[in-house]
């Protein structure tokens, strides 16, 4: 069964520098997704892409936040200048409508 | 902006009780999805309910949706220790290019066996 694909798994960084997620949606799917999880609490959503461009954001998803589409394939994340309150498991989800199938996540972790 | 509550929040049982968790929704949902979470894992798709009233049910799983689309329950008869996780459910109020979830908490099912 086709799956998302996330990388890296765990990703540690020094407050300040910046990250970018990677994701592999599946293949037919049109929809992406950025998701997050902060330890023990409930999955929040940040971002909606389709069709090239962002359809819906979060309050989360502020001006360091941004999502790209580089080709055919990936769809990444960028976190620019990351803070303490940045750490948490980062999940991709992609769909041809409903249901959402997501990724393993990557788990991040700013020191 | 749109609110799922669920609850409870936890949950421990026996095995082989039952167990249930309530979603509701602050808004009129256009469809609601369970998914299941094992600890250190990712949300697993479990059903998604799109009429009115819907019931559905997945071997020992019930999964029901209010008449006015605003709240969801997931039963689970007699439970097992693989039924250990946690239970999310997530409003959609899809349409156009956006099919964004909004999740509740969470129940955290814990089972003894």
């Known amino acids: 069964e086709p799956e998302v694909t996330q990388t890296p798994s765990h990703q540690v960084t020094q407050m300040g520098q910046e990250v970018i997620l990677r994701c592999v949606p599946i293949?037919?799917?049109?929809?992406f997704y950025w998701y997050r999880q902060i330890l023990g609490q409930k999955v929040e959503f940040l971002v909606s892409?389709?069709?090239?461009?962002?359809?819906?954001k979060s309050e989360i998803f502020d001006d360091q936040f941004s999502v790209e589409r580089p080709d055919g394939s990936n769809f990444t994340l960028k976190i620019r200048s990351t803070k303490l309150e940045d750490s948490a498991m980062y999940f991709c989800?992609?769909?041809?409508?409903?249901?959402?199938?997501f990724g393993d996540g990557t788990r991040l972790s700013i020191l | 902006g749109q609110q799922v509550m669920q609850i409870p929040q936890y949950q421990h049982v026996q095995e082989g009780e039952d167990f249930t968790t309530y979603c509701n929704s602050s808004?009129?949902?256009?469809?609601i999805q369970w998914y299941k979470q094992r600890p250190g894992g990712h949300p697993v798709f479990l059903i998604q309910?799109?009429?009115?009233?819907e019931v559905k049910k997945q071997k020992r799983l019930t999964f029901q949706f209010g008449e006015a689309k605003k709240n969801s329950s997931l039963h689970i008869t007699a439970t097992q220790t693989t039924d250990v996780g946690t239970y999310f459910c997530?409003?959609?109020?899809?349409?156009?290019?956006?099919?964004?979830?909004?999740f509740g908490k969470g129940t955290l099912l814990t089972v003894n066996p």
């Open positions: 989800a992609s769909s041809g409508g409903q249901p959402q199938h």
């Open positions: 293949s037919n799917h049109l929809y």
């Open positions: 309910l799109v009429k009115s009233g």
């Open positions: 808004t009129t949902l256009s469809n």
């Open positions: 892409f389709y069709n090239n461009e962002i359809s819906e």
């Open positions: 997530a409003g959609s109020n899809s349409g156009g290019s956006n099919y964004k979830l909004t």
